[in-house]
């Protein structure tokens, strides 16, 4: 189109395999081909994952002059996403992205997952995606041209530049506070900054993108615990910054043991 992307969701046919079993030789079986059934929705929920590995069918045929494209998945949370690239002359290609792939590993190291994919015009090419995942999981694809992908590419980092830098403005300036006024609801509010951006950065990918390492078990620990003493610190802050204490004790009460719940 115009605008050099195109939404896949519509264009989509799955197959959930609840054995976790298959492999890209049964998904390519004639029989089993059958099973794929059309998802219809540009933006589909396809629900959690944890018990099932989902593939996802995508046929492409290319009439215009670009031979460069760029499959975009814009769900961080993915853990492995396999894509089988199976051309009409015959030759197949495997290229694997996912959070807990090495980012050194990666092809295109963004938050996103980004599976260059080179198509001559007139060629057809069949696309099979593997998804494991042990969280919900939204099946956002897009394909881009390359000038469309630069563009996206550059706004998307742009905003999220914007966001963690409004972020460290605000964690810096409520140190400051701190220091010179040494009142302990700095220190609250300092730690529930600091954890927003952590949390943050382990839904959007940034975190685990470029700062720790692509660890199943470490991201799991980061991502459950940053959110945990986001609300916790947020509770004390809320509870210094109302003088629940003074005021009605019995709140002060029921804050704490909500922190209690979360730690």
Known sequence: NDKGFYKLGKYLTILKDKSRTLDILDIRNKKL???FYRIDNDNPYIGLLNEENLWMRLNLENVSDH?????NLSWPRTEKFEVYIDYDNGKSILKKTGKFLPLMEQEIKDKNF???IHIKKGQKVILNMK???TYYFLPRLTLHNQNSFINAFSSDNLFLSGFYILLLLVLLSSLFLLIYFKNIIYFYFIAYIFFIGVSSSSFDGTGYRYFWPS????????????YNLEVIFSLKFLEKFLSLKNRN???SKVINFICILYL
């Not at 031979?67 to 499959?71: F, H, R, S, V």
């Not at 660890?215 to 940053?226: A, F, G, Q, R, T």
């Open 33 to 35: 081909s059958d099973g």
């Open 67 to 71: 031979e460069t494209y760029y499959l």
């Open 114 to 116: 980004i599976v260059p």
């Open 131 to 133: 998804v494991s995942n």
């Open 215 to 226: 660890n199943e078990n470490l991201l799991k620990i980061i991502h459950v615990m940053s």
């Open 249 to 251: 004790n019995y709140f």
